[in-house]
């Protein structure tokens, strides 16, 4: 079974601390993506990753970055946190280039006090 | 660019009651189309998926769906719930076209289920 691991189920930090979301997975995925879950909006993507150091922007990156240095792993910064990026973090991870069915972490929920 | 549509937030049926689930999405050609699951605190499981061939899919867990051309559909229904089912739903659409592998998701029914 595919295994996608997300380093904390729960998080809290203050408005203007950097922020490290961290999320592995162990079938050797090419793409990964994080999204953010809020309550009437579903999942909005933020970014993912198709390889090694690539990555694209998705519907809502503005105040987050990516980082990606090796395949298994896809982290998400938050520079600098505010308030409105309250909300549940997914990562997912799919195997190749196509519309394959992307595999799910169990989420971060993160609140910035 | 595709959408996805799910008309219904929340809905409530009574154990053992069959099941319907909205999703109507707005693409150009046939685009892939998935059903996930997402139970309480956990992430999001797929419960099937449409590509081409058969309308009618079969997924895990008793669920199936079907996927209307005509009316731009893709409802997911279940013969009998169980209170296990309670849980959100999630529609979800992406471009065969697309070199990327992104897929655009609903916003979503919370399904509770009745004693």
């Known amino acids: 079974d595919v295994k996608v691991t997300q380093s904390s189920r729960y998080l809290v930090k203050r408005t203007g601390e950097k922020v490290f979301l961290e999320c592995v997975q162990d079938?050797?995925?090419?793409?990964m993506f994080w999204y953010r879950q809020d309550p009437g909006l579903g999942l909005r993507l933020i970014y993912f990753?198709?390889?090694?150091?690539?990555?694209e922007k998705g519907d809502i990156p503005e105040g987050y970055s990516v980082s990606r240095e090796k395949k298994e792993r896809f982290s998400l910064i938050l520079e600098s946190a505010s308030t409105n990026q309250t909300s549940m973090y997914l990562c997912?991870?799919?195997?190749?280039?196509?519309?394959?069915?992307?595999?799910f972490g169990p989420g971060t929920r993160l609140l910035v006090l | 660019a595709q959408s996805v549509t799910q008309p219904d937030i929340h809905i409530t049926v009574s154990e053992g009651a069959s099941l319907e689930l909205r999703c109507n999405y707005s693409?150009?050609?046939?685009?892939?189309l998935f059903w996930y699951v997402q139970s309480p605190g956990q992430g999001l499981q797929l419960l099937l998926k449409?590509?081409?061939?058969?309308?009618l899919v079969q997924g895990i867990k008793g669920f199936e769906a079907e996927f209307k051309r005509s009316q731009s559909s893709f409802n997911l229904r279940k013969p009998s719930v169980h209170w296990s089912d309670a849980a959100e739903y999630f529609c979800?659409?992406?471009?065969?076209?697309?070199?990327?592998?992104?897929?655009?998701f609903g916003s979503g029914t919370r399904l509770s289920i009745r004693p």
């Open positions: 979800a659409v992406g471009d065969p076209y697309s070199s990327a592998s992104k897929i655009i």
């Open positions: 990753s198709y390889d090694v150091k690539m990555k």
């Open positions: 693409y150009g050609a046939t685009p892939y």
């Open positions: 997912a991870s799919s195997l190749g280039t196509r519309q394959e069915t992307q595999y």
């Open positions: 079938m050797d995925h090419e793409n």
């Open positions: 449409y590509f081409s061939g058969d309308t």
